[in-house]
């Protein structure tokens, strides 16, 4: 028996380290006509933008930010466009704050969709995947989501460069909003998620939720009411295998087929939800399509890690059943399918999705330009309102000296109301200092 | 070293509605959010979000205050009944919220369309006296031994018999069920009536009781 374990441990790291050179020997996933970098550099041509010097326009936004205390969606807009991740200046740390600052205001829900865009595409540029991973993992303190052409370049990006932790972060925001897109988002998710489980040295999974610093003794803190525990099993969600499983068993039923089937088996393993994994495992007995072998045992692996023995015998016997339908469980290769079946996606979807993009670039132009109008012509029109006002005000005042002997009958009767008005004196004076008594002596105790 | 959090306790189960509407994309406009403490009523209910804008703090996160303020619109779904747009803004930082996953919208929707209406508690136009008014009225010598109801200007779901109708409500000491709560915390139901504010009437003993009231 336990020569049979160590044999089967053998294979299996001799399958992966097979699938690990050839992941090295095909990386080509999205072609460079994909980045569609002539119509985004378009945008640097743009009157609003071309007049922008990145450096200059960061430090009035800061001014700004000082003087009004706020921050405006429309100028974090413009600076993200105007920044050009080809120069050498690196802005990456003061742009990360703006947009923590424009997600803590107000102005976060008139946050235009390019902002979006135009901040990872210029992270990407600059390298600066940490940040990129940090700002996409925390919403609530950056609330920048990935659209879908983004996320395909992001994770394209990071599969070439196979870093697939980052890969499988990118396709796991995607699982949190619970939308995956068209089928070449979802193919590239899936790649990246399977890239990540199936890769032995991965980067590590860092977690860049901000914790509040810590005293270095305990402090009590009254606070009106505690909060009861509560885990959301989805964005509290801290263990990377578990994400990772979530995402998969979730995208995986969109792609079907072979592939489909094996990484849904493999995601609500990676997730230990036992009870759905088994739910699969029949419903996969009785369907059309087959698994992987090299899936099945890499299941069987994780199995061995459940700690309820009921549910494992459970599992064992599903899996069994599985195995023994003929043809269910075949000798197939998996990273070769999905390349397949990711150049088959790329094929039909790529050129539709560039001529979209440039499209959707195009809008963005328009909108902000919109955009930009509106609020310019809000800007002028609570000056003119102001000076209406202020104008308003003068004329008062210059009336008031011309008319007064015409008004002095009716001004010295307003005049004697306030006199009685303040003729309780009482309430508006100082009290008075108590007189002291200076032959005063204490008694003695 | 943590800090400690020192408070009252709640029943309260969930995130505040700041915190899933912020990890979500535009607000989570269109998504679909429950509060746990409606959980127990039969029919469902849920909130659809129509619009969300919130105010984050910055201040004092060890303190459990950020994610509070903000102006938040739903189309509310209150025990199978639609109550169209409403604003929750006041309740939104209540820790009892709850995001439905999209998969398990249908479900709900499902459940509001094939739920029966509410019916409608028809409420007896007298009720029987306490016992221990029942007592001092007899011993007085009172001539009345049932008191009048009445019904707040816009009661929920209930109305008074019309007369000759039949109420579908019955209240009286014998069949009254009492929750007793400690702290705001059910810790027993029991059959009685509550004869005067924190005394409880209980039928298994015949005797007032002190209880906190409800």
Request: hydrophobic share 35%.
């Amino acid at each position: 028996m336990a020569t049979r374990a160590v044999l089967s441990r053998h294979i299996n790291l001799l399958h992966r380290t097979r699938l690990y050179f050839r992941r090295q020997q095909c990386c080509e996933y999205l072609s460079a006509a994909y980045q569609c970098e002539e119509a985004w550099n378009g945008r640097l041509q743009s009157p609003l933008i071309k007049n922008i010097k990145p450096g200059d326009y960061i430090y009035d936004l800061e001014q700004k930010y000082k003087r009004e205390g706020k921050i405006s969606a429309i100028d974090v807009d413009l600076l993200m466009n105007a920044v050009d991740g080809s120069k050498a200046i690196d802005l990456v740390s003061d742009i990360e704050e703006i947009v923590h600052r424009l997600r803590r205001s107000r102005e976060s829900v008139l946050t235009l969709p390019s902002t979006h865009h135009a901040l990872l595409r210029y992270l990407q540029l600059k390298n600066a995947t940490d940040t990129i991973l940090k700002i996409i993992s925390d919403p609530l303190n950056y609330g920048i989501f990935p659209d879908y052409y983004t996320s395909n370049l992001l994770m394209d990006t990071f599969l070439k460069q196979e870093n697939y932790t980052a890969a499988a972060r990118v396709a796991s925001v995607n699982m949190l909003q619970e939308d995956f897109g068209p089928p070449l988002t979802q193919t590239l998710a899936l790649a990246s998620c399977f890239a990540y489980v199936t890769c032995e040295n991965n980067q590590p999974w860092i977690d860049y939720k901000p914790k509040p610093e810590e005293p270095a003794e305990e402090v009590k803190i009254r606070v009106k009411y505690l909060r009861n525990p509560y885990f959301d099993d989805h964005f509290d969600l801290q263990d990377p295998n578990h994400i990772v499983g979530k995402t998969l068993a979730w995208l995986s039923p969109l792609v079907g087929g072979m592939i489909g089937a094996s990484c849904e088996l493999l995601g609500w393993a990676l997730y230990n939800k036992w009870g759905d994994l088994e739910a699969a495992l029949h419903r996969i007995k009785d369907g059309n399509d087959s698994v992987a072998v090299s899936m099945v045992q890499r299941i069987k692996e994780i199995i061995e890690q459940c700690e309820d023995g009921d549910v494992q015998e459970h599992l064992k016997v599903a899996m069994s059943h599985l195995e023994q339908v003929e043809g269910k469980v075949k000798e197939v290769e998996m990273w070769p399918a999905i390349q397949t079946l990711l150049s088959q996606v790329t094929a039909q979807a790529e050129q539709q999705d560039i001529k979209t993009q440039i499209d959707t670039y195009q809008c963005w132009e328009k909108g902000r330009a919109e955009e930009f109008q509106r609020q310019l012509d809000e800007y002028r029109k609570r000056e003119l309102l102001d000076e209406i006002e202020e104008k308003k005000k003068d004329l008062a005042e210059r009336e008031q000296v011309i008319f007064f002997f015409d008004n002095k009958e009716k001004l010295e009767l307003v005049l004697q109301q306030k006199k009685d008005q303040y003729k309780d004196k009482s309430k508006y004076q100082k009290k008075q200092k108590k007189k002291l008594d200076t032959d005063y002596i204490p008694p003695e105790v | 070293m943590p800090y400690l959090l020192v408070g009252r306790t709640h029943s309260f189960y969930g995130k505040r509605l700041w915190e899933i509407v912020g990890e979500l994309k535009e607000f989570g406009v269109g998504r679909m959010v429950v509060r746990s403490r409606f959980e127990r009523y039969p029919e469902p209910c849920f909130f659809r979000i129509v619009s969300a804008e919130p105010d984050f703090d910055t201040g004092r996160p060890h303190k459990d205050e950020d994610n509070m303020n903000g102006k938040v619109l739903v189309e509310k779904i209150f025990r199978g009944k639609n109550y169209g747009v409403v604003d929750i803004s006041e309740s939104a930082y209540k820790t009892d919220y709850r995001l439905i996953h999209k998969h398990e919208e249908a479900k709900y929707v499902h459940a509001l369309e094939t739920c029966p209406p509410r019916q409608m508690n028809i409420l007896p136009r007298t009720v029987e006296m306490p016992p221990l008014l029942k007592m001092v009225a007899e011993r007085e010598g009172h001539e009345r031994t049932v008191l009048t109801m009445e019904t707040s200007t816009n009661p929920c779901n209930a109305r008074l018999a019309e007369e000759g109708e039949e109420p579908n409500v019955k209240i009286s000491p014998e069949t009254h069920t009492v929750p007793v709560r400690v702290r705001g915390r059910l810790i027993e139901e029991v059959v009685g009536a509550w004869v005067w504010p924190g005394v409880l009437w209980r039928q298994d003993k015949n005797t007032a009781t002190h209880h906190t009231s409800p």
